[in-house]
């Protein structure tokens, strides 16, 4: 898990402490000004949104900005608006994901479709998605422009994919999963580092960099869903079982013994059967995925940190490495 240092309110209005505020003035507007219908209408369409945000995550994105910052050197003015806009869809598609998904918890609480509905929930994300838009459109840089367009097309091909094949049963390829991976996970920070690049002097490209961070980030998510206690009490006991979900070892185990078919089955039964999932966790150990999954993220791990020291070193980068590092022992 990432460390509690969060990042200095001097660098850009968006800690944890701060993450409430993130789209002012477009709700939670300050106590101090005096109430307006408008203002009243946007805390009513924004509720969901706050809600969820009230419950910060571990700020991955925003330390990642301020990382890649010590490279490309963005002025403060767009840094901030960049680092608001991927808090915004960041926080959006975690919506969205949540009643995809039927998830019941998120961030230990229950999911933001449980307390104001799924119609609610989805008009507030995807009236986030747009307000964010238009927060890049006040940069006035074309090119940002269509990059927000660009990865908004990738993070739904990704999760569109990801869906159809839990919806029909279908276990994708190793390489399909990491394609679609790339489009989905990877689209958010690819189009965080991409907004900075746009905004920045440099011309050095790190998006290869940022796919190998992407895909190491959800690789290490799926394998955390089914072995950690805190994700556990977070999201729920092995809750990527009860989604139905193809995830990275779920894939693995299934295509390293076609000829059992129990864990697709399973998938296929979407259980909250403690029991169910538990032996299926049996099926993943004797397969060897966990020890697979580990492997996998330390060769990713060692290809990214080579990156690094190529791109001429990163202290912040390799910090949130060191903290996103699987070890064999998982609390």
């Known amino acids: 898990m990432l460390s509690s240092n969060s990042i200095q309110e001097s660098s850009f209005n968006s800690t944890k402490s701060k993450q409430i505020q993130t789209i002012l003035p477009y709700g939670k507007h300050d106590p101090h000004q005096m109430e307006t219908a408008q203002k009243a209408q946007e805390d009513i369409l924004l509720e969901p949104f706050h809600y969820l945000v009230s419950n910060p995550g571990k700020d991955v994105r925003a330390k990642m900005i301020e990382a890649f910052d010590a490279w490309l050197q ?78 908004l097309i990738n993070l739904h091909r990704g999760q569109g994919m990801e869906l ?78 009860t989604e139905g979900k193809f995830s990275f070892p779920i894939i693995h185990s299934i295509r390293a013994d076609p000829t059992n078919r129990q864990l697709l089955n399973i998938l296929k039964q979407r259980s909250n059967s403690v029991e169910l999932k538990q032996f299926a966790l049996q099926l993943l150990e004797k397969t060897n995925t966990f020890a697979y999954c580990r492997q996998f993220l330390a060769v990713l791990e060692n290809e990214a940190r080579e990156e690094i020291k190529l791109l001429g070193g990163n202290r912040m980068l390799e910090k949130i490495m060191d903290a996103l590092s699987i070890k064999e022992e998982t609390s």
């Open 74 to 151: 963005v002025p403060k003015d767009e840094l901030v608006v960049i680092t608001r806009v991927i808090e915004m869809l960041h926080s959006a598609s975690l919506l969205i994901d949540d009643v995809e998904d039927e998830s019941m918890l998120r961030r230990g609480v229950p999911a933001a479709h449980h307390i104001y509905g799924t119609p609610q929930t989805i008009n507030c994300a995807n009236y986030v998605y747009f307000l964010a838009l238009n927060e890049i459109s006040k940069l006035n840089n074309a090119n940002m422009i269509t990059i927000y367009t660009e990865e």
């Open 164 to 241: 159809f094949w839990r919806d029909t049963l279908t276990c994708p390829t190793e390489q399909e999963f990491l394609d679609m991976v790339n489009d989905k996970t990877g689209g958010l920070l690819r189009l965080a580092v991409k907004l900075m690049q746009a905004a920045s002097q440099s011309t050095v490209d790190y998006t290869s960099l940022v796919n190998k961070i992407g895909i190491h980030f959800q690789v290490r998510d799926d394998y955390m869903n089914l072995q950690s206690k805190k994700y556990a009490d977070n999201k729920g006991f092995c809750e990527d079982l």
